[in-house]
């Protein structure tokens, strides 16, 4: 008799379970609302990845520490899952050559950028992290290729950065696609300051870094993007990167800024994308590659009726860099396409995913593992910024931020 009610209850209980099943699978109904769920549950996910923006005024440390106060949680949670940070940057700090090296671009840079150093000592107080953290944060770069260099197997620093020139009778423009690795998004920020000595930028900020080295402008309608470059030989005690694209946003024009690259040898190597918003036929941009020690500068003002593009790869300095075939792929892909001539141009080709396996518009699909995280496009004779956040600028309905000049 147990035997019996045994074998029945497991019938029913087998019953209860395809009926469940039958129940909501059985109809079109169901299943078309599962994948609604899933279409909704994705678009609330990217809703969540919004910019913010943080207006601060005072002087470096004030604002740093404001910062720091204000992104707290994102600091740390960066500091937390940034690989290059626990697997290159504090294993090599720690080393006995490491301590070396990062003491000879303390001493340099400290001594060359107080103000800048203020304001990591405000960041570092206002976010609760120790000052090494964000110290070694800002010489990243630096240290990642000076470890590649001396170890063929570490990991290379993300590949980053597309910027498109436009200048034409009508228009003067720049285009740049913000890409690197995706744990820096959920950290990242606008910045809107207003420094003590009368400085004015508004920047696309990395959590824990300097502004400078993504894009932004300034008061004195100067424009500043970035490209990484990879030279193998770092210059150890040299100006770091980020010091040196964090004086170029404080620039008043295309001279300014060789002046400020003037101001000793570089340790690393970078492109800088130059604008002067001056309005119609006074506008123009620039492109300087720069690379490790003193004086190895590159410029090319971009004439007249011209284009010129710009990924992570040298295209005048013959430096002996490592290679980055997303860069190669992005310029071949670029320069494929009709030359650009307008705004919608430019957003049309930095939102292009044409080559699947390496495309312009980076979506973090193997074997890329690069991620656009934002877009700015500079009309510089109409004196205007629009920048797109987590979303590809060619089908965007409209950029989520629009800024004067």
């Known amino acids: 008799k147990n035997k019996k009610n045994k074998r029945k209850k497991k019938k029913e209980k087998k019953k209860v379970k395809t009926e469940r099943k039958n129940t909501f699978f059985s109809s079109g109904l169901p299943k078309m609302q599962l994948l609604l769920f899933f279409i909704a549950l994705a678009a609330a996910s990217a809703a969540a990845l919004q910019l913010p923006v943080f207006d601060v005024a005072g002087n470096d440390y004030d604002i740093g520490h404001a910062i720091g106060v204000r992104f707290r949680a994102e600091f740390h949670t960066f500091v937390q899952n940034y690989k290059a940070m626990n697997h290159t940057l504090l294993p090599f700090a720690a080393s006995e050559q490491g301590k070396k090296v990062v003491d000879a671009f303390y001493t340099a840079n400290s001594v060359a950028f107080p103000d800048q150093f203020q304001y990591m000592h405000g960041m570092a107080d206002g976010a609760g992290l120790p000052f090494d953290y964000i110290f070694l944060l800002n010489i990243r770069e630096e240290i990642s290729l000076y470890v590649k260099a001396h ?14 020139h436009v200048h034409n009778g009508d228009s003067v423009l720049l285009g740049h696609n913000e890409d690197n690795d995706a744990s820096i998004g959920p950290g990242a920020y606008l910045l809107r300051a207003n420094f003590s000595d009368g400085t004015q930028i508004v920047a696309y900020c990395y959590p824990c870094l300097l502004p400078g080295n993504a894009f932004g402008f300034n008061s ?27 004086q170029l946003l404080s620039a008043h024009n295309i001279s300014h800024a060789l002046v400020v690259l003037s101001a000793g040898p570089s340790a690393c190597g970078f492109s800088a994308n130059l604008g002067e918003a001056r309005g119609p036929g006074l ?3 620039a492109n300087i590659e720069v690379s490790p020690g003193k004086g190895s500068v590159s410029v090319d003002v971009i004439a007249a009726n011209s284009y010129y593009f710009h990924m992570n790869e040298y295209r005048r300095l013959q430096v002996d860099a490592f290679p980055d075939i997303s860069s190669e792929h992005r310029l071949a892909r670029a320069t494929s396409m009709p030359p650009p001539r307008t705004a ?11 080559d699947r396996a390496y495309p312009i518009y980076r979506d973090n699909t193997p074997p890329d593992d690069g991620v656009t995280l934002a877009t700015a496009v500079f009309d510089l004779n109409g004196k205007t910024a629009a920048v797109y956040a987590f979303v590809n600028p060619k089908t965007a309905s409209g950029p989520a931020f629009s800024f004067n000049l």
Do not use: W, Y
Not at 224 to 244: E, H, T, W
Not at 344 to 354: P, S
């Open 151 to 164: 170890n063929t197997s570490a990991a290379m620093p993300p590949s980053s950065c597309t910027d498109v």
């Open 283 to 285: 506008s123009q941009t």
């Open 220 to 246: 004195h309608h100067f424009v500043v993007s970035i490209n990484a470059l990879f030279p193998k030989d770092i210059m150890v005690g040299g100006l770091g990167r980020q010091f040196l694209n964090r």
């Open 344 to 354: 919608v141009d430019v957003r049309g080709i930095l939102g292009d995913q044409e």
